[in-house]
């Protein structure tokens, strides 16, 4: 027998109320729920992950914590569990020194990192994703067949609501001189730029340009899949950028197949700030790339 339409909200309100008084005293961040007794079961799953709304998302999604905890698992997408330490470390630096600007990324599949640097940005910031979404002609090498709806729910559900967002559809190897001074002077510039769209190397090192170009003064240009073996292109196009450019960006952190750049002034203040907090795990190696000091951590 089914229960009326009106017992059964009645019913998930209570449960919800019931769940929303157990979060006040019990922290599940990074824990699994399994089940927490019969009056909690269907909060839980009201909770996760389609049910944000009518459950509230102040406490969901306050921090990158939150997120990473209760939204991250939820966005399809290729991100490791274990970059959120890097990723905090890197917005705790840069704060520690006034850094400033605004959040980018290039490639954005369903917003599973972009939706993590959004935690990291301040109330009224701008966050800006670039990626040619259903255009898939465009779409060369089939790396994430992305979706502009999926993106925006996934922010809805997961992400920061007092930000400044902005969707781009373009193929970013098109992206004219005129259209880079469009982005950096609308939306830039970045303090955290992701790179992460097509993993050729002609596009990749494109894209490297772009974003360093992009930057401001101590901000982050964050490449994906460099030494990934299913994607050459991406490696291939970091020894092109500094074999026939003069970059301006640095190396500074390499873990879990993302390299993280700075500029140059920058460069021995992110080592040193990485070495201090990650060098001491046993997986931590400060070695070189292209003659540059940087803080390998072996997976």
């Known amino acids: 027998m089914k229960n009326p339409q009106g017992v059964a909200d009645k019913a998930v309100a209570y449960q919800i109320e019931a769940f929303r008084t157990f979060l006040e005293h019990v922290d599940v961040r990074g824990k699994t729920v399994l089940e927490i007794g019969s009056d909690f079961y269907l909060a839980v799953r009201s909770y996760l992950p389609k049910g944000l709304d009518r459950i509230g998302r102040k406490f969901a999604m306050e921090s990158l914590e939150d997120y990473w905890a209760l939204g991250f698992p939820n966005v399809e997408g290729w991100v490791d569990t274990r970059l959120v330490d890097s990723l905090r470390l890197i917005d705790i630096t840069q704060r520690s020194v006034g850094i400033a600007g605004q959040i980018g990324?290039?490639?954005?599949?369903?917003?599973?990192?972009?939706?993590?640097?959004?935690?990291?940005?301040?109330?009224?910031?701008?966050?800006?994703?670039?990626?040619?979404?259903?255009?898939?002609?465009r779409n060369v090498d089939g790396a994430g067949v992305g979706n502009l709806e999926i993106l925006k729910s996934n922010i809805h559900l997961y992400g920061p609501v007092n930000l400044n967002y902005e969707f781009i559809k373009a193929d970013s190897i098109s992206m004219t001189s005129h259209d880079k001074l469009k982005l950096m002077d609308s939306r830039g510039p970045f303090r955290l730029f992701s790179v992460d769209g097509c993993h050729t190397a002609?596009?990749?090192?494109?894209?490297?340009?772009?974003?360093?170009?992009?930057?401001?003064?101590?901000?982050?240009?964050?490449?994906?899949?460099?030494?990934?073996?299913?994607?050459?292109?991406?490696?291939?196009?970091?020894?092109l950028f500094y074999s026939r450019y003069v970059p301006r960006i640095k190396p500074f952190l390499y873990c879990f197949h993302k390299l993280f750049f700075v500029g140059y002034g920058w460069h021995d203040y992110f080592v040193r700030a990485c070495s201090n907090q990650l060098g001491s795990r046993p997986n931590a190696k400060l070695t070189e790339m292209f003659g540059i000091g940087v803080l390998s951590l072996s997976p």
């Open 105 to 137: 990324e290039i490639g954005v599949y369903h917003g599973k990192l972009l939706i993590a640097l959004a935690h990291l940005a301040d109330a009224g910031d701008k966050v800006t994703a670039i990626d040619v979404f259903e255009d898939q002609a």
């Open 202 to 239: 002609e596009h990749t090192c494109t894209d490297l340009l772009t974003a360093q170009d992009s930057l401001c003064p101590g901000g982050v240009l964050i490449l994906d899949d460099f030494m990934q073996p299913h994607w050459p292109g991406v490696t291939e196009a970091v020894n």
